[in-house]
């Protein structure tokens, strides 16, 4: 399928971008050899989330995730694996919001699953019963992946509209206008589009609890307790004779 993925990101995604082409990333050179790296890397990660037609023929919507943690020094590696170019910045700032929003919130670390793009069908794009089991998946593979939390760094304002229809709430904030690289601000074009912001949302989830541990095992927990004792007991025994 990492083909067909592939493909539909290109086309569902990075190309109706208002973001990606007023930044000029349609005429960068070799942008769909970048791009495919891209989702390919995040696919390799094995917890992004396609909706598929009956017959698996057709993709309909797709969430690429990627789960980044400190330990894997993931933020450092993802970046440094694409071409030095715009869209990589576009990767430096959204490691530099995570940075900010962790220092702003006095946090030690931010591990998440993060969901790096997202390709919906139009119609479904501001319907909150598509969104919300849509993202509540997003949240059941972050739990299943141990991450405390599932993230959306969202670029543009329609993606902002999507995800403020649903429970993540917004923690962070880069605005495009005073991002600066070295000397520049590359992103300060976007401000004649009303596109001010890079937002960052979550949702922070609970681990997942095993189903012994869950209420109404009491009366199992004390009995299997009291045999592991007993079993205890009977092996010092025996080691004693």
């Known amino acids: 399928y990492y083909d067909m993925v592939i493909e539909f990101m290109w086309?569902?995604?990075?190309?109706?971008?208002?973001?990606?082409?007023?930044?000029g990333l349609f005429e960068l050179p070799d942008m769909k050899d970048t791009y495919s790296r891209y989702v390919r890397h995040i696919l390799r990660n094995e917890c992004s989330v396609m909706m598929i037609s009956e017959d698996e023929t057709q993709i309909r919507a797709v969430g690429l995730l990627e789960w980044m943690t400190e330990e894997w020094h993931s933020w450092v590696f993802f970046p440094s694996s694409m071409?030095?170019?715009?869209?990589?910045?576009?990767?430096?700032?959204?490691?530099?919001?995570?940075?900010?929003?962790?220092?702003?919130?006095?946090?030690p670390t931010y591990d998440a699953l993060i969901v790096h793009e997202i390709a919906?069908?139009?119609?479904?794009?501001?319907?909150?019963?598509?969104?919300?089991?849509m993202f509540g998946v997003f949240a059941s593979v972050a739990q299943h992946m141990h991450m405390p939390r599932v993230s959306f760094i969202a670029l543009s304002t329609v993606d902002q509209e999507?995800?403020?229809?649903?429970?993540?709430?917004?923690?962070?904030?880069?605005?495009?206008?005073?991002?600066?690289?070295?000397?520049?601000?590359?992103?300060?074009?976007?401000?004649?589009?009303?596109e001010m912001y890079a937002l960052l949302f979550e949702l922070p989830l609970?681990?997942?609890?095993?189903?012994?541990?869950?209420?109404?095992?009491?009366?199992?927990?004390?009995?299997?307790?009291?045999?592991?004792?007993?079993?205890?007991?009977?092996?010092?025994?025996?080691?004693d004779m």
């Open 11 to 23: 086309t569902q995604s990075f190309l109706k971008s208002l973001v990606y082409e007023s930044l």
């Open 83 to 107: 071409p030095r170019n715009l869209f990589q910045q576009i990767i430096m700032m959204k490691k530099a919001l995570i940075d900010a929003t962790k220092e702003n919130l006095g946090m």
């Open 120 to 133: 919906f069908p139009e119609e479904h794009y501001f319907n909150k019963d598509f969104l919300t089991p």
């Open 162 to 194: 999507a995800v403020g229809m649903i429970e993540y709430e917004e923690i962070g904030r880069t605005i495009y206008s005073i991002y600066k690289v070295g000397n520049t601000r590359p992103f300060d074009i976007l401000r004649e589009l009303d």
């Open 206 to 239: 609970s681990p997942i609890v095993k189903y012994l541990e869950m209420p109404g095992f009491e009366a199992f927990h004390e009995a299997l307790e009291a045999r592991l004792a007993k079993e205890a007991a009977e092996k010092r025994h025996d080691d």
